[in-house]
Structures are given as structure tokens and as C-alpha cells.
């Protein structure tokens, strides 16, 4: 079983910044993909950045102020949030593609978020 621990949310004022980690635990092969999504009340989740071991991708929204970077020996994802705005204001969702013993193609595995709070 592989498990997902979010940490580093909470309120920030605008303009301020957070950094987010995800690790990841458990029977792990190697991972494939990384990344974070988000969702904020009456909106459908949306996909913020994801890393692979050969490129990095961002939502236009936060292109420019988002950064994603792993530590590969830890299986651990960082989101570094810069410049934050009202908007960026959601749950934030660690999502991670793992290979291990029960899935040597991947599986999906999810966190269960951490709340970012971007208010004056």
C-alpha cells in the first residue's frame, strides 16, 4: 500500500508565499509522475503542476509563480507558491503515479489535501 502525507498550508496574505511537501511511503518501486491538483468550494478540481523525471507542467493560472521540484531519494514533491492570490485559495491534492509490487504499470494515489487560504 502507498500513502500520501500533504504538509505545509494555510493562510497567507496576498501577495505572500507557502511551500507545500508531498511524500510519499510505502511498498514503492519507483514513482512515475507527481504533482498537485486543486479544488475550491463549487469548482471541479483542476490540475496545478505536475513533474515527471523529464519535464515539469503548469496550469496558465500559475505559471511564473508556482514552482514543482522532488527529491527522488526522499519520494518527496514540493510546491513552492509565490505571489499567492484570492483565487489560488482551494484544497490542495498531492496525486502521485506509483510503481509497486500489486501495480508494475502505476496506480494513481491520492492525498487528502491541505488547505490553502489566501485572504487579507
Known amino acids: 500500500q502507498v500513502q500520501l502525507v500533504e504538509s505545509g498550508g494555510g493562510l497567507v496574505q496576498p501577495g505572500g508565499s507557502l511551500r507545500l511537501s508531498c511524500a510519499a511511503s510505502?511498498?514503492?518501486?519507483?514513482?512515475?509522475?507527481m504533482g498537485w491538483y486543486r479544488q475550491a468550494p463549487g469548482k471541479q478540481r483542476e490540475s496545478v503542476a505536475i513533474?515527471?523525471?523529464?519535464?515539469?507542467n503548469y496550469a496558465d493560472s500559475v505559471k511564473g509563480r508556482f514552482t514543482i521540484s522532488r527529491d527522488n531519494a526522499k519520494n518527496t514533491a514540493y510546491l513552492t507558491m509565490n505571489s499567492l492570490k484570492p483565487e489560488d485559495t482551494a484544497y490542495y491534492l498531492c496525486?502521485?503515479?506509483?510503481?509497486?509490487?500489486?501495480?508494475?504499470?502505476?496506480?494513481?494515489?491520492w492525498g487528502t489535501g491541505t488547505l490553502v487560504t489566501v485572504s487579507s
Open positions: 496525486y502521485a503515479n506509483v510503481v509497486s509490487p500489486g501495480n508494475l504499470y502505476g496506480a494513481d494515489y
Open positions: 510505502g511498498s514503492i518501486f519507483g514513482i512515475n509522475a
Open positions: 513533474i515527471t523525471s523529464g519535464s515539469t
